[in-house]
């Protein structure tokens, strides 16, 4: 074609010409204005890089803004823009590093000099790969030129103004993947991360912090100027460092032993100063913890005072003077204050425990002391928890008393239906619920506190129990220890010393030697003493005796002590096998009366 660009009619006759319908709608001009002195359309921006004269890669267009391709001119071809109602054509997707393009649709009678004439005006072509079968590959100098290649595409090309089906073309460009493009790709991306590593690295060494200076060598000057430091609390760890390299680069010989040793010697020193230093940080500790101690002993004092003033205006004779709001703030901060003495109770008995696991020996044997103040600690938690009981209860009768008296002005006024009354109501019940649950609480907490010192009592009464019994088995060794002594003495001796003393022995003797005298196999202990004990249902001579000589309630061990110390009347014999084994006690009067 040789007509100019900007003749409508040329244009329109190129488009019928390609088969292709013209842009023109019934009523509007084709193209837009067209200005005669600038040589250009007016209204449409230079967006389009394949124009003639412009080789720049055009502004970035705005979404909403179509994009209007023109006709290309070249010496040998023309390129005849596609129908922009069309969408636009599909590419795969971009291989990186991509720097090849694929040509489709070339015309038959296409040449490489026609496609190095319509693809030059991208950039810088290195290759161009010819097939036979109407495509082409090429390669460019730059990854942005293929997009500018990219914009060519759906364009329909014509050789001349010739209008044979083997001059014409529609040209289908997409992305390419060739090796050379991976290759200076990956090569690309290689030089990338050395430069990142480099600069890695050079910022690591610029934030590492210095090395530490060298350690001179050994010799008389710099070993005097060390001694002093080691002297010095300020300059100790330098100075220590510094011996301790020349040890061990083994600076020590037979002519420096003696300084070494001195420089050994000072560090030595050193651990006493270090000691008392030590010392005096552990004192300043302990005053501290003293003080905090205190003060955290005041503090609950105060907050003891608060909770009782809580707990006095909660009773029942100042209760009932309050308001309702009044009411809920004086609980709330009760609970609050109640809560904040817990915790600070719990800190103080804290640091009591970790005094008491430092304690001595000495201070263990005084563990009877504590428990004894645990025990008033807990007498007096059960009372406040009894108080506290108390309080609650007036508090819920308060609040019942209240509900009642709603209920009988509702009842009076025929207001049953009122909305405010019945969220009373409601919040009245919840709140009697809720101080119902607190003294159930209270209540069972109380309940353990009992539990609790009940323990504590029966433990001491099985305690006190556990003494009298072993008094009473000291009295009982010491008795049977005494008999046993007396048997042993001579016949002579027990001549003169009778093992009957009294009256009231003797006529248990005779008792006795009676009842066993009718068992000739023996009876036990325990029998003997409970005939002896019978004999109150059988008023006879003999037990009116025993009692009026006061005889009545007869002891198991003095009875037992007595047949033991008259041997040649009485004598035990073990009988039984296995656990039927048992002690009997038989009559031998009249053998020893054969023996005498």
């Not at 690591?204 to 010799?219: A, G, K, N």
């Amino acid at each position: 074609m040789t007509l100019p660009m900007s003749d409508p009619t040329a244009w329109a006759t190129a488009m019928n010409n390609l088969g292709m319908a013209p842009l023109g709608i019934a009523g509007q001009p084709i193209l837009p204005d067209f200005d005669p002195a600038l040589g250009m359309m007016t209204g449409i921006p230079p967006i389009t890089p394949m124009m003639p004269g412009l080789g720049i890669v055009p502004p970035p267009i705005p979404p909403d803004m179509p994009v209007v391709k023109e006709i290309i001119h070249c010496k040998s071809c023309t390129l005849f823009p596609p129908n922009p109602n069309l969408p636009p054509p599909a590419t795969r997707e971009r291989p990186p590093g991509c720097k090849t393009v694929f040509v489709g649709g070339l015309p038959e009678n296409g040449t490489e000099q026609i496609i190095v004439e319509v693809f030059e005006q991208c950039g810088e072509i290195i290759a161009i790969r010819k097939s036979k079968k109407n495509f082409c590959h090429i390669r460019f100098a730059e990854e942005y030129m293929v997009d500018k290649a990219l914009y060519l595409s759906g364009y329909r090309i014509r050789l001349g103004s010739s209008t044979d089906k083997k001059d014409t073309g529609r040209l289908h460009v997409d992305f390419a993947q060739a090796r050379d493009d991976l290759y200076e790709w990956e090569c690309k991306q290689r030089m990338l991360a050395r430069e990142e590593r480099h600069r890695r690295r050079m910022e690591e060494e610029r934030l590492r912090p210095p090395s530490p200076p060298p350690v001179v060598h050994y010799s008389d000057h710099e070993c005097s100027i060390v001694a002093e430091k080691l002297k010095d609390d300020s300059k100790f760890s330098e100075a220590v460092q510094t011996l301790l390299t020349w040890i061990e680069r083994g600076e020590v010989n037979r002519r420096s032993a003696n300084n070494f040793y001195s420089m050994i010697q000072s560090a030595n020193s050193h651990i006493r100063r270090l000691v008392n230093e030590k010392a005096a940080h552990e004192k300043d500790m302990e005053e501290a913890k003293e003080k905090f101690k205190q003060a955290l002993s005041g503090i609950l004092i105060q907050f003891e005072q608060i909770v009782a003033v809580y707990h006095s205006a909660s009773k029942q004779k100042a209760w009932d003077h309050f308001t309702k709001a009044q009411r809920k703030n004086i609980s709330v901060w009760c609970k609050q204050a109640e809560e904040i003495r817990n915790i600070h109770n719990d800190e103080l008995m804290g640091i009591r425990r970790e005094e008491e696991m430092e304690m001595s020996d000495d201070e263990i044997e005084e563990t009877t002391e504590t428990k004894e103040s645990e025990e008033s600690a807990l007498v007096s938690q059960a009372e406040a928890l009894k108080e506290e009981n108390d309080s609650l209860r007036w508090q819920l009768d308060a609040y019942r008393n209240e509900v009642e008296l709603l209920k009988q002005e509702q009842g009076k006024a025929h207001r049953e239906d009122d909305p405010g009354k019945e969220q009373q109501l409601k919040l009245l019940q919840q709140a009697l619920q809720g101080m119902q649950q607190h003294l159930l609480k209270v209540q069972e907490e109380y309940k353990r506190k009992e539990a609790e010192l009940e323990k504590i009592k029966d433990d001491k009464l099985q305690v006190e129990k556990m003494l009298e019994n072993l008094k009473e088995k000291e009295n009982c060794a010491s008795r049977l220890c005494t008999s046993s002594q007396e048997s042993d003495y001579p016949p002579e001796k027990n001549m003169t010393s009778s093992p009957i003393k009294s009256e009231r022995e003797a006529l248990l003797v005779g008792i006795i030697s009676t009842f066993l005298h009718v068992h000739p196999f023996g009876a036990s202990i325990e029998y003997i003493c409970s005939y002896l004990h019978r004999l109150d249902n059988k008023p006879t001579m003999c037990f009116f005796y025993l009692t009026r000589s006061g005889l009545i309630p007869i002891c198991t061990s003095d009875v037992e002590c007595l047949m033991s110390r008259l041997q040649h009347t009485f004598k035990q014999e073990m009988t039984g096998v296995g656990a039927s084994l048992e002690k009997r006690w038989k009559f031998c009067g009249f053998e020893g009366l054969k023996l005498t």
